[in-house]
């Protein structure tokens, strides 16, 4: 697919040649869905925590004798059935986070740029370097492209972008190698500088030899077929 290369001022400059693979492909929300779900789970702190009735001060005496009191028996003041004891079943630290295959990740980033570009909310800039960090005028570039809330794409070594960008709080920067889909999803335009194009599209192209998806045989399955050698002996 084809899209317009434009300058800084909003001024066609060229055309750009996009692979449809990558950002022509079919929108896939169900894989969306398993990727936001999947990021925004590694996110999760994790910190909460609860005491046990061994981690509640207190409770070493035992509250009352066993035998003669018409009460139920009981071995500490600390045990779950007494206010202030300690919590049956609580919440630990653990880790929310959870693992999603590879190609599962490809595909929902080509779902991501293929829906931003359908939406026309995809630019293409040919450049988006800077003398000097200056966020000022980024929000002008951004504004005069359209686009005041976006992802912007560019090499991880355009250090006066990144700085320019961070103190947006609607807009964020990130190197080809870190695009991902909540990012794309969480900001309504996407800019990409016109030499990271063909990194983004690199990362997610399968490489050379790589199966498409096919399943394999499980290992130590022989095969039906026999040789005509075997048919012979």
Do not use: C
């Amino acid at each position: 697919m084809q899209i317009d290369i434009v300058n800084i001022e909003g001024k066609t400059v060229g055309q750009a040649s996009l692979a449809d693979a990558v950002f022509g492909a079919k929108v896939k929300e169900y894989l969306l869905w398993e990727m936001v779900n999947a990021q925004r789970a590694a996110k999760r702190a994790g910190t909460h925590s609860t005491k046990t009735r061994a981690n509640v001060r207190g409770g070493g005496k035992k509250p009352f004798k066993q035998k003669g009191t018409g009460n139920a028996r009981q071995g500490s003041s600390r045990a779950p059935n007494h206010v202030g004891g300690g919590k049956v079943f609580g919440p630990h630290p653990r880790s929310y986070a959870y693992t999603v295959p590879k190609k599962v990740k490809r595909a929902a980033l080509v779902s991501a740029l293929s829906l931003r570009a359908r939406e026309k909310k995809l630019v293409v800039v040919d450049a988006l370097s800077f003398d000097a960090p200056k966020t000022k005028r980024l929000a002008g570039i951004l504004k005069v492209l359209g686009v005041e809330s976006a992802v912007l794409v560019d090499g991880k070594e355009n250090a006066n972008l990144s700085k320019s960008a961070r103190n947006l709080p609607k807009s964020k920067y990130l190197a080809p190698e870190g695009l991902n889909v909540y990012d794309i999803l969480n900001h309504p335009g996407l800019i990409i500088a016109a030499g990271a194009v063909k990194t983004i599209e690199a990362r997610v192209l399968p490489a050379q030899g790589e199966t498409s998806g096919t399943p394999k045989a499980p290992k130590g399955k022989k095969s039906e077929a026999k040789s005509p050698t075997a048919k012979a002996a």
